[in-house]
T-cell receptor, first 113, second 115 residues
Framework: GQQLNQSPQSMFIQEGEDVSMNCTSS?????WLWYKQEPGEGPVLLIA?????ELTSNGRLTAQFGITRKDSFLNISASIPSDVGIYFC?????????????FGQGTILTVHP | DTAVSQTPKYLVTQMGNDKSIKCEQN?????MYWYKQDSKKFLKIMFS???????INETVPNRFSPKSPDKAHLNLHINSLELGDSAVYFC??????????????FGPGTRLTVL
C-alpha cells in the first residue's frame, strides 16, 4: 500500500527552540493533514492543506503542502512543554476514496523545560 | 461535552473470547471509522460507514465485524480474539464532502489486551 515517510522519527529539544519535521511519499497526495497525539489520547487534527504550495498557520504551527504534492512540512516555533506528543502526517493518496487516510509512522517530540 | 466517545477505555480478555467496542459521536457527522494502532504507534484504517452503509472495508480478518445501528453509532465486534489483536482501537468521525471526509475527529481509544 501507499506509504508516508516521516522524519525525523524522534526529536529531543529545549523549550523555546523551533521544530521542523517533514513527510514524504512516492505518490501524489491531494490533501495533507497533520495530527498530534498525546499519551492516552486519540489524534487531534492540527492543520489541513488542500492546494499544492499552500502555507497554513495555526498559532505557533505552520504547515506547507509541497509543490510536487509528494511532501509536506510542519514547523513549530518557540516550543513549549505541552507540545510534547507524536505528530502524524496523513492524507488520502491520489486516486483513493476520500476519507481513506494513510498515516505516516509519526515523529515523537520531547521538549525539555 | 465529549465529541467522539468510546467504551470501554481498557479491555483485557483471554484468547478465543468475543468482545465488542462501542463508539458514539455527537457531532452530527455522517461518516464514522475504525482504526487500529499497533505497538509501534502505526495507525491503519479498518472500516468506514457513511450513514449506516459500509464504504471502506480494508483487508481485515472477518473475525472483525462493524455494525452501525444509526449514523451516530459505530460498534466493533471481534470474534475469537487472538494475541495479535492486542492494540489500541480508535473510532473517528467526519462530515461528508471531499474535504470534510478527510478532517476526522478521533475518540480517546480502547486499549485491547489479549492474554
Amino acid at each position: 500500500g501507499q506509504q508516508l515517510n516521516q522524519s525525523p522519527q524522534s526529536m529531543f529539544i529545549q523549550e523555546g527552540e523551533d521544530v521542523s519535521m517533514n513527510c514524504t511519499s512516492s505518490s501524489i497526495f491531494n490533501t495533507w493533514l497533520w495530527y498530534k497525539q498525546e499519551p492516552g489520547e486519540g489524534p487531534v487534527l492540527l492543520i489541513a492543506l488542500y492546494k499544492a504550495g499552500e502555507l497554513t498557520s495555526n498559532g505557533r504551527l505552520t504547515a506547507q503542502f509541497g509543490i510536487t504534492r509528494k511532501d509536506s512540512f510542519l514547523n513549530i516555533s518557540a516550543s513549549i512543554p505541552s507540545d510534547v506528543g507524536i505528530y502524524f502526517c496523513a492524507g488520502p493518496p491520489g486516486g483513493t476514496s476520500y476519507g481513506k487516510l494513510t498515516f505516516g509512522q509519526g515523529t515523537i517530540l520531547t521538549v525539555h523545560p | 461535552d465529549t465529541a467522539v466517545s468510546q467504551t470501554p477505555k481498557y479491555l483485557v480478555t483471554q484468547m478465543g473470547n468475543d468482545k465488542s467496542i462501542k463508539c458514539e459521536q455527537n457531532l452530527g457527522h455522517d461518516t464514522m471509522y475504525w482504526y487500529k494502532q499497533d505497538s509501534k504507534k502505526f495507525l491503519k484504517i479498518m472500516f468506514s460507514y457513511n450513514n449506516k452503509e459500509l464504504i471502506i472495508n480494508e483487508t481485515v480478518p472477518n473475525r472483525f465485524s462493524p455494525k452501525s445501528p444509526d449514523k451516530a453509532h459505530l460498534n466493533l465486534h471481534i470474534n475469537s480474539l487472538e494475541l495479535g489483536d492486542s492494540a489500541v482501537y480508535f473510532c473517528a468521525s467526519s462530515q461528508g464532502g471531499t474535504s470534510g471526509l478527510n478532517e476526522q475527529f478521533f475518540g480517546p481509544g480502547t486499549r485491547l489486551t489479549v492474554l
